[in-house]
Each structure stands twice: as structure tokens, then as C-alpha cells.
């Protein structure tokens, strides 16, 4: 969304042109699409995706599952401007879970 609450795009996973399924970015005013995280970046597959607003701020806190190797590790970007297509300085914090985590709900 931009600052007046106006959804710009969406974020979504694809193997489109790849063997990996990463994370993009469509822009609805340009009507393109934007790699956000390439295989290179993270040669897995993406499982799921979550947006965390900063709430009054553009911009957000982006979790990503991605399954390596048949387990599910939680990788987190900051993205910071009017859309995740202005991502910069992305760094991405590696997470695994536990197995035991799909027992506890």
C-alpha cells in the first residue's frame, strides 16, 4: 500500500523462467514484475509468505518459509519505501524450526 492506504501491488511466489519458486513483487500501476529475492539469493523454494505492517509507516517487516531440502527455515526482510520494489539493503536472518513446532497447535 502507499501512504494513502492504496494497495500498489502484491507479493507472490513463482517458478515462472526458474527451477525455484521465489519471491516477486507486482507493481499494478506498471503492470510488471519484480524479483525481489532471487534463486541465487536463496536457491529454495518459497512456502509462504507474511507482511508485517509498521503500521502509520510505508513499508513493513516481510517473513518468508522456504522449504530446504524438505525442512522449513523463516527468512525476514525490511522492506523500506512506497513499495517492496524499492527494496535496498536486503538482509536476509535465517531461521530453522524445529520439527516439533507443527506438534504444538
Known sequence: TDVSG????????????GEFATLRYYDIA?????????????PWDVEDIE?????HKVGGLVVVA???????????????????AA???????RMHLPESLGELG
Not at 51 to 55: E, K, N, P, R
Not at 67 to 81: I, M, R
Request: charged content about 20%.
Open 6 to 17: 492504496r494497495v500498489t501491488g502484491v507479493i507472490f511466489a513463482s517458478d515462472e523462467g
Open 30 to 42: 506498471s503492470q510488471k514484475t519484480k524479483e525481489l529475492i532471487s534463486a541465487e539469493q536463496v
Open 51 to 55: 507482511l508485517l505492517s509498521f503500521g
Open 66 to 84: 522456504y522449504n530446504e531440502d524438505g525442512a522449513s527455515t523463516l527468512h525476514t526482510f525490511v522492506v523500506d519505501g512506497e513499495s517492496p
Open 87 to 93: 527494496l535496498t539493503n536486503v538482509t536476509l536472518n
